[in-house]
Every structure is written in C-alpha cells, then in structure tokens.
C-alpha cells in the first residue's frame, strides 16, 4: 500500500469507515479543545492538569458526539426537503431550535455526572449556564451551520463543524467545569 498523506487518509477512512472515522476525528478534537481550555484559558500548568477530565471530554467525543453527530446530519438530509435555497435555512433552524439546546443540556449532563455532580447539582448547573451557553451558541453557530449546508457536502459536515468545533469545545469545557474552579463566580 502507499503512503498517503494526511487528508488523503482522512479521505480515505471516511469513505471505508465513516462512522468510526467520525467518531475517532471528533473524541481527538475534543481532546485538543480541552487541553487548550485548561492549558490557554485556564492556565492551569502541566503539573495541575486534570487528565481525568480530558479523558472524560475526550470520551465524550468519541463515544457521545462523534456517532451522533455523524448520523445527525445524515438524518437532517433524509428527512429535510424543500428548494435548494430555502432546505440549508430549515436544517439551520432546526439545529438551532432542537439539536443545539438538547445537546448542551446532555453535554453538561454528561459531563456533571461523569465527575461526580449528584442530580441536584447538575440541574443547578444547567440553571445557572444553559442560558449564557444558548447565547453564545446563537452568536457562534447559526452562520456556521448556513454555511456548512450551503456549501459543504454531507460527507464534509461532521469535520466543517469539528474544526469550528475545537474553538467551541473549548468554551463548553471551560463552561462545563468552571463550577469546579469557581462556585461562587457567575460565568
């Protein structure tokens, strides 16, 4: 076999096993996200990393987003009709309106319960952040997502909002564990 270069083996895997691809692709974007989080954001130092938590946002990628995102967006253009122009508006206000809150809720759920927040607490969670994460995701991914319906073949979708994503994972991290690093401060 010959030796591809980067894209032309993410080319290739995507083709041969586009799920596992996804899912592999996003769990390392994840990754960088939270590394970044802690290491720019955070400010954190390599001696008080949280490994256990990069772990856990890494998971989260890879076994949660990753798999849902991928047959997400291949729902979203089974079942999305209309003209050309007026389908990538549909699929952005649906993902606005349904996919995104649903998901920052499971993803703070996750993520609370996975470093040990009880039910209360994780419900506290999402009353004290979903809102300003609402705000920030309409400030972020409504032009994302027109455009990536617009112009971005399926196949291209997961990754377009991957590569966005690396930026927004890392202010969902931040945002997910700042209880952690400072309860009394309102994010």
Known sequence: MTRMRPLQLYLHLLKTHPYKTQATVTGGL???????????IEKKGLKSHDF??????TAVGFIITGPLIYKYYKTLEKFVGGHVMVQPIKKMIIDQ?????????????????????????????LQKDFKSTMIMNWKVW???????????????????TNSVAVIWNTYLSWKANAVKNDDVTSQ
Do not use: W
């Not at 309106?97 to 927040?117: D, K």
């Open 30 to 40: 994840f990754l960088i996200s939270d590394i970044i989080s802690q290491q720019l």
């Open 52 to 57: 256990i938590r990069t772990l856990r946002q």
């Open 97 to 125: 309106t349904l996919f995104a809150p649903s998901y920052i809720c499971m993803y703070f759920a996750v993520i609370g319960y996975t470093s040990g927040m009880d039910t209360t607490q994780v419900k506290e969670k």
């Open 142 to 160: 409504p032009f994302v997502q027109i455009c990536n319906f617009y112009f971005i073949p399926l196949q291209h979708r997961a990754i377009t």
